[in-house]
């Protein structure tokens, strides 16, 4: 077992794996101006940066040091998810298009019916929120279409539920030009 192991002497000093020999100079100088005994700082703290230096600033010793913890393998990130947040994803997914949509659509008819030239940044708002809810509505489907297992017809009608996606997206975009020019 080696002295090293378990010691991070780079982020001790606050180097990267790739800083050269200058850079780790000039930063075991800051740390040991401010960590020095003399001048107030812990003992112990000198100590492991003194360690960290000596090792480091050594070609020879830092290349084994560096083969040392190659070998340790890298902590892996593993998500924890609960249960009950993957069931309701879809549904949260569907009611955050369902919320912008409500409000692009308010936004675009309140502009309509109160119609003055300086509210145009507001009408481009309201599109850019129904645009946006269609997004997210498109983006909920492929979350349910991924989610659901390979023999779901789901997976296998993919072209029908595309169409059936974006015929009503464009009836909707009809039916709300009807009630824009009606009135």
Excluded at 129 to 155: C, D, K, Q
């Amino acid at each position: 077992m080696s002295r090293t192991e378990g010691k991070d002497y780079y982020s001790i000093l606050g180097a990267e794996r790739e800083a050269s020999r200058a850079e780790i100079e000039r930063l075991y100088k800051r740390l040991a101006k401010n960590h020095h005994p003399d001048r107030g700082g812990d003992e112990e703290e000198m100590k492991r940066i003194n360690e960290a230096y000596r090792v480091l600033r050594d070609d020879a010793l830092r290349l084994v040091y560096d083969a040392e913890h190659d070998q340790l393998p890298a902590p892996s990130f593993v998500p924890s998810v609960s249960p009950s947040a993957q069931a309701d994803a879809f549904g949260g997914r569907m009611a955050g298009s369902l919320l912008s949509l409500i409000a692009g659509l308010t936004l675009l008819f309140l502009v309509r019916f109160h119609y003055v030239v300086f509210l145009w940044p507001l009408a481009l708002l309201a599109v850019s929120l129904i645009v946006f809810a269609i997004w997210m509505a498109h983006a909920a489907l492929g979350y349910a279409r991924e989610g659901s297992a390979p023999t779901n017809p789901l997976r296998r009608f993919v072209w029908a539920q595309e169409t059936a996606f974006w015929s009503l997206v464009c009836g909707g975009v009809y039916v709300v030009y009807l009630l824009l020019t009606a009135m």
